[in-house]
Nanobody, 115 residues
Framework: VQLQASGGGLVQAGGSLRLSCVAS????????MGWYRQAPGKQRELVAA???????NYADSVKGRFTVSRDNAKNTVYLQMNSLKVEDTAVYYC??????????WGQGTLVTVSS
C-alpha cells in the first residue's frame, strides 16, 4: 500500500487548511486511515483516525477544530483543519492499517502556522 499526502503549506493563525491522502496498491485490506503529526523536538502523535464505517477518533488538542473524513470509493482520507494555532505547526503524516493498528505510512507534509 502506498500513501500519497498533499495539502500542507503556510497559513496564518486562525486560518484553515485541508490535507488529502490517497491510498493505492492493496488498499482493499485497509479499514483504518488517519493522520499523525510530529512537531520539532516532539514525539509523533495521533491527530485523527477514521474507520471504513465512519467511526472517528481525535486528539483532545484538535477536537472541535479538525475534521477527518474519507471517501472509500476513492481510497482517500481528508483532514480539514480550521482555527489553526501556532502549536499545530508540524509535519503531518498520513497513515493506514487494519483493525486498531497503523501499518502503512505516507511521506510527511509540512504545515506551518504563523502568528
Amino acid at each position: 500500500v502506498q500513501l500519497q499526502a498533499s495539502g500542507g503549506g503556510l497559513v496564518q493563525a486562525g486560518g484553515s487548511l485541508r490535507l488529502s491522502c490517497v491510498a493505492s496498491g492493496s488498499s482493499r485490506s485497509i479499514n483504518l486511515m488517519g493522520w499523525y503529526r510530529q512537531a520539532p523536538g516532539k514525539q509523533r502523535e495521533l491527530v485523527a483516525a477514521i474507520t471504513t464505517d465512519g467511526s472517528t477518533n481525535y486528539a483532545d488538542s484538535v477536537k472541535g477544530r479538525f475534521t477527518v473524513s474519507r471517501d472509500n470509493a476513492k481510497n482517500t482520507v481528508y483532514l480539514q483543519m480550521n482555527s489553526l494555532k501556532v502549536e499545530d505547526t508540524a509535519v503531518y503524516y498520513c497513515a493506514a492499517g487494519r483493525g486498531n493498528s497503523f501499518v502503512y505510512w505516507g511521506q510527511g507534509t509540512l504545515v506551518t502556522v504563523s502568528s
